[in-house]
Antibody, heavy 118, light 107 residues
Framework: EVQLVESGGGLVQPGGSLRLSCTASGFTFSNYAMTWVRQAPGKGPECVSAISNSGDTYYADSVRGRFTLSRDNSKNTLYLQMNSLRAEDTAVYYC????????????WGKGTTVTVSS | AIQLTQSPSSLSASVGDRVTITCLTSQDISSAFAWYQQKPGKAPKLLIYEASSLESGVPSRFSGSGSGTDFTLTISSLQPEDFATYYCQQFNSYPQTFGQGTKVEIK
């Protein structure tokens, strides 16, 4: 069974940092692009960052320079390092697998909640 | 970034009704388009990809159409489990962007 499990969310003060992890199973992780999607309370999804199977990274303007996406194919794990966090980063963060080399998402994790508040 | 305008933002319908949701994109994206269903507290679920291809396991009452800048999701006969929020997404260029969502409620 294809599965994605996120971890690392929590409560952090503005200006703080968190590192989210996404552990994949049930498929050859290294062959697929992956995306982090966040969803603020009552809002639609927003693609935060994505990484191709070859390691090219992409960022939304709202997080560029603050977030860093990486992958460890030996551990089947995706990482999102989030620095200089702001209140507007508060959201549920989902890890998602892309379909092949396409940029739509066919498998999603259950999400991890990030709350930025003093 | 490519903008998506989804309509309506909400609708009320009865079981058995035919439901249509539309999405307009700010640029021609050919068929690089998907539809997702989301229920409260859950992750989005892929329904339609490449504008009109039905994801495996999704009931055939769901269908997608369109290309270029105009796209439509149709539910031919609404079932109780279909009450949810639906989002469109373009994946022609990064960042992939989503529509604002359509909440389908019980009449």
């Amino acid at each position: 069974e294809v599965q994605l499990v996120e971890s690392g969310g929590g409560l952090v003060q503005p200006g703080g940092s968190l590192r989210l992890s996404c552990t994949a199973s049930g498929f050859t992780f290294s062959n697929y692009a992956m995306t982090w999607v966040r969803q603020a309370p009552g809002k639609g999804p927003e693609c935060v960052s994505a990484i191709s199977n070859s390691g090219d990274t992409y960022y939304a303007d709202s997080v560029r320079g603050r977030f860093t996406l990486s992958r460890d194919n030996s551990k089947n794990t995706l990482y999102l390092q989030m620095n200089s966090l702001r209140a507007e980063d508060t959201a549920v963060y989902y890890c998602a697998k892309n379909r092949g080399l396409k940029w739509y998402m066919d498998v999603w994790g259950k999400g991890t909640t990030v709350t930025v508040s003093s | 970034a490519i903008q998506l305008t989804q309509s309506p933002s909400s609708l009320s319908a009865s079981v058995g009704d035919r439901v249509t949701i539309t999405c307009l994109t700010s640029q021609d994206i050919s068929s690089a388009f998907a539809w997702y269903q989301q229920k409260p507290g859950k992750a989005p679920k892929l329904l339609i990809y490449e504008a009109s291809s039905l994801e495996s396991g999704v009931p055939s009452r769901f269908s997608g159409s369109g290309s270029g800048t105009d796209f439509t999701l149709t539910i031919s006969s609404l079932q109780p489990e279909d009450f949810a929020t639906y989002y469109c997404q373009q994946f022609n260029s990064y960042p992939q962007t989503f529509g604002q969502g359509t909440k389908v409620e019980i009449k």
